[in-house]
């Protein structure tokens, strides 16, 4: 199974300013067609998890600009340009490429300072 | 409007047995990979078992030869039949297409 490891796993942040989660893998998550399946998700308190971003970078209908990604191989990476309020919650990288099973991150519990 | 219901949820002893169901509305649930995501209490997200397009079933090992995903076409919905059920199986079981996902519906095993 692939793992998916998630840095940090609390992020204080001050609002107004940037925050980055690192998720790497445990292997190479480009699949034979060529795209890159690692997926974000924002996980906001006493709700039900949300996609963000697909195929590393792509934002899903209604997502802020201000959330993007990059990365690639082993390595990935969620930025949020500038923390608001509304932001605070858990992010989860996950990875679709090679399943059975479809694994998630641990998981980044972004908190206000 | 895209929805996901699940229904189905509760307390059952261990060892007991549970169908968890989801209603979809606004998409065609054989279109998509339909999947089950479960998170037990404060922790993160599990991918449980899901249903292809053309069907074909694939589990997470822990719940293998214990669940059965299935989905009725025509009533465009999943289910999930939960037997042999374990302490650990105790979650907030989530119906997803991963660009949409339910409100989840609470499990919990325990005498």
């Known amino acids: 199974d692939v793992e998916m490891t998630q840095s940090p796993l609390s992020l204080p942040v001050t609002l107004g300013q940037p925050a980055f989660i690192s998720c790497k893998s445990s292997q190479s998550l480009v699949s034979g067609d060529g795209n890159t399946y690692l997926h974000w998700f924002q996980q906001r308190p006493g709700q039900s998890p949300r996609r963000l971003l697909y195929?590393?970078?792509n934002r899903d209908s209604g997502v802020p600009d201000r959330f993007s990604g990059s990365g690639s191989g082993t390595d990935f990476t969620l930025k949020i340009s500038r923390v608001e309020a509304e932001d605070v919650g858990v992010y989860y990288c996950m990875q679709g490429t090679h399943w059975p099973p479809y694994t998630f991150g641990q998981g980044t519990k972004l908190e206000i300072k | 409007e895209v929805q996901l219901v699940e229904s189905g949820g509760g307390l059952v002893q261990p060892g007991g047995s549970l169908r968890l169901s989801c209603a979809a509305s606004?998409?065609?649930?054989?279109?998509?990979?339909m999947h089950w995501v479960r998170q037990a209490p404060g922790r993160g997200l599990e991918w449980v078992a899901s249903i292809e397009q053309d069907a074909s079933e694939n589990y997470v090992g822990s719940v293998k030869g214990r669940f059965t995903i299935s989905r009725d076409n025509a009533e465009n919905s999943l289910y999930l039949q939960m037997n042999s059920l374990r302490a650990e199986d105790t979650a907030v079981y989530y119906c997803?297409?991963?660009?949409?996902w339910g409100q989840g519906t609470q499990v919990t095993v325990s005498s």
């Open positions: 606004g998409f065609i649930i054989s279109t998509y990979g």
């Open positions: 997803a297409n991963f660009d949409y």
């Open positions: 195929n590393v970078f």
